[in-house]
């Protein structure tokens, strides 16, 4: 077959003069489109200005953001013809850094997982904690679980907690809320290996150490109410206690060559009525009527305690050459809300809203003074090798959670007989299981942290 424009050949000019232009709006609207994207198709790469490149962001410039303090840094490559060339360069890329974690930011919120333990499954409970076995009737408390705002707090893994503390001492110092945190860890752990009571001493077994047989873990509680040297009052004694603040408290001090790791935990035992030493010289008293002493309050009294313990520590396993990891948990509110023997001293049985509680007074106070001097002892630690020390800061969200004490379950069944005008409340430490295990939730993820480097 010919062209199908043949017919047309033997025209004559003018008529080729009509065909042209009735065939030139074809050509517009077809041919010149696909002329178009095939250009586009197919364009060649245009030489980069060395003017442009000039102005381009070198490798490893610096550059911040307006109102900005932390640098962002930005760094460009040179593209490469080499593909190992290009590996090379990805293998260089720093690893970013982990962010940080506020857990002190967060919500309590309902968790239908509830714990890992109850009061009858766990044999190192003090009776005083045991609410479920001494018959609590709201189980509600079991069944929250602190969200903190910034990112997610994993469930306590026992045998991780094991597996990294293996072959090692950990050891609570401290008062009966160090007592409370011990216990509730011990419970958690007990999921995944039996405890073993390898040596108990003291009035009240306020000395113990038990050994996880299957990791060789130790975890010991030592009675040490101000961490520095104390006498506490008694009925045959003064009715006063005597602090000497710029001694340690010896009876757990001595044994701290044979510790990886120490918590410590104090705070309730400063409210207390004392005379406070230095040396041989009365610096003052708290709360000591009839006494020659300057009444000094206690908060200075708290700092200078943890400030002669945290010094102690770094100077002793500083000229030893053996690292330390040291935890210092906040100071943990109280929730009475009237005379503590009498029903309803503690009577919630949920936590409290977000905004419905400020953290404030006394609470605040507290924990401002042992946070600041934890961030002063990792300043004053920077050189000793393998020191590390953080705080636990458990204050607020301990503070949201009033539902959480033993209150008068803190004895067994004590409306068996109906009501009494007088009962006894415990508005201070925590049921055990209950939302002291979060604390311990906490610390494991510091240790995972700290083993991270």
């Not at 045991?130 to 705002?149: A, E, S, V």
């Not at 206690?241 to 010896?250: A, P, R």
């Not at 949920?350 to 400020?358: F, L, R």
């Amino acid at each position: 077959m010919g062209s199908p424009f043949k017919d047309h050949q033997s025209h004559s000019p003018s008529y080729t003069h009509s065909f042209i232009k009735k065939i030139l709006p074809y050509f517009i609207y077809v041919i010149l489109p696909i002329a178009v994207i095939r250009l586009y198709l197919s364009s060649p790469t245009l030489p980069q200005s060395p003017t442009l490149h000039n102005h381009l962001p070198q490798p490893s410039t610096v550059h911040h953001l307006p109102h900005s303090t932390t640098p962002i840094s930005i760094t460009t490559t040179t593209p490469s013809s080499s593909s190992s060339s290009k590996h090379e360069q990805e293998q260089k890329k720093p690893e970013a850094k982990e962010p940080q974690c506020d857990y002190t930011d967060g919500d309590w919120l309902p968790d239908k997982m509830g714990p890992l333990y109850n009061g009858t499954t766990c044999g190192t409970i003090k009776k005083g904690q045991n609410c479920i076995t001494h018959g609590r009737p709201d189980l509600g408390y079991l069944y929250w679980k602190w969200k903190p705002k910034q990112c997610h707090l994993p469930r306590f893994e026992p045998n991780t907690f094991l597996n990294l503390l293996r072959n090692k001492h950990i050891a609570f110092v401290g008062d009966s809320m160090a007592r409370n945190q011990l216990e509730s860890l011990l419970c958690m752990i007990a999921t995944a290996s039996h405890p073993k009571l390898v040596y108990t001493d003291g009035e009240e077994n306020k000395f113990r150490r038990w050994n996880f047989a299957s990791h060789n873990v130790n975890v010991s509680v030592y009675w040490s109410p101000f961490l520095v040297r104390g006498v506490e009052k008694s009925k045959i004694g003064p009715d006063h206690n005597q602090l000497y603040l710029d001694q340690v408290d010896e009876r757990w001090a001595a044994d701290m060559g044979k510790m990886d790791m120490v918590v410590l935990s104090v705070g309730h035992w400063f409210l207390h009525p004392a005379v406070y030493f230095e040396g041989a010289s009365a610096l003052g008293c708290h709360f000591c009527p009839g006494l020659n002493h300057t009444e000094i309050g206690f908060y200075d009294v708290l700092r200078k305690a943890i400030k002669t313990t945290l010094k102690t520590i770094t100077e002793r396993r500083g000229s030893s050459g053996n690292g330390i990891n040291v935890i210092v948990t906040t100071f943990s509110p109280a929730h009475f809300e009237g005379e503590w023997d009498k029903a309803g001293a503690c009577p919630k049985t949920e936590p409290y809203n977000k905004g419905e509680k400020v953290l404030e007074g006394m609470d605040a106070d507290m924990r401002q003074v042992e946070v600041e001097e934890v961030e002063a002892a990792k300043v004053n630690g920077k050189g000793v090798l393998g020191f590390k020390v953080e705080e636990l800061d458990v204050t607020y969200l301990s503070l949201m959670r009033p539902d959480g004490h033993p209150g008068p379950y803190m004895n067994p069944f004590p409306f068996a007989d109906g009501v009494k005008e007088r009962v006894q409340n415990d508005c201070v430490h925590w049921c055990l299981p209950g939302a002291i295990d979060t604390w311990n939730e906490i610390m494991l993820e510091i240790i995972k942290k700290w083993n991270r480097g």
